[in-house]
């Protein structure tokens, strides 16, 4: 984790919206002897109590799946849009260029869901992907029994509590305001990930570089 205060999103709400929009986690862990594992899966985050909770499905007996059995540490990682941003962009061009992007890394331990728990889980996946229409055909409780029958064995569940939760939302935040400017101007040239890239940093600008408040290089220093 790239862990300088001024690349951490604050805003709690802010980490929660961006979970949701890239809701597509990879997830690693290890087997007790070491030997690490990873996959991706979709991620249905809840809120409980004050604390948070990622739940998502893997295959069953995979070399993941036994992995977890072994060992429940888990690590998660969301990450949305990011791009090269060249050196050559900056009022002081005569330092190294760098890869501007957002993301969230959670620990927990992974507990495996009984059968009632995956089928309510499954119900909440399909519902939240099908945008809250009950009548699509691949909405749970509209599958077929015999589809379900051989899919379900197949899956296992998994709820994580966030035990720790980081991020760095790394968007040229220890650039002066002229550098900043042209940053976004040369992303939006680009296109694609990196006018993702471009559209936040514009509306995190104000933030950053408040009317009539002379711009600080020293903090960056570090």
């Not at 957002?102 to 927990?108: L, R």
């Not at 994580?160 to 101007?185: G, H, M, P, T, W």
């Amino acid at each position: 984790m790239y862990n300088f205060s001024y690349f951490k999103e604050k805003d709690k709400q802010a980490i929660l919206d961006f979970i949701e929009e890239y809701p597509f986690a990879f997830m690693t862990g290890s087997f007790d002897s070491g030997r690490q594992v990873a996959t991706q899966i979709p991620i249905v985050l809840e809120e409980r109590n004050g604390e948070l909770y990622l739940q998502g499905h893997i295959m069953r007996n995979t070399d993941h799946h036994k992995a977890f059995i072994e060992n429940p540490n888990c690590l998660l990682v969301f990450t949305g849009p990011s791009c090269y941003v060249s050196a050559s962009w900056y009022s002081n061009p005569q330092i190294g260029s760098t890869w501007n992007y957002m993301s969230v890394h959670i620990q927990g331990e992974a507990k495996f869901m009984t059968n009632d728990e995956l089928v309510n889980f499954m119900k909440k996946l399909t519902l939240k992907f099908e945008k809250g229409n009950t009548q699509s055909q691949t909405f749970y409780d509209n599958l077929p029994d015999h589809f379900l029958s051989k899919m379900m064995p197949a899956i296992v569940g998994l709820e994580i509590k966030a035990d720790k939760l980081e991020n760095v939302f790394k968007l040229s935040q220890n650039r002066d305001e002229k550098s900043y400017d042209n940053i976004i101007s040369k992303l939006k040239e680009i296109g694609g990930y990196s006018d993702m890239i471009a559209k936040e940093m514009t509306k995190r600008k104000a933030a950053l570089f408040p009317e009539g408040v002379e711009w600080d290089g020293s903090k960056f220093d570090s």
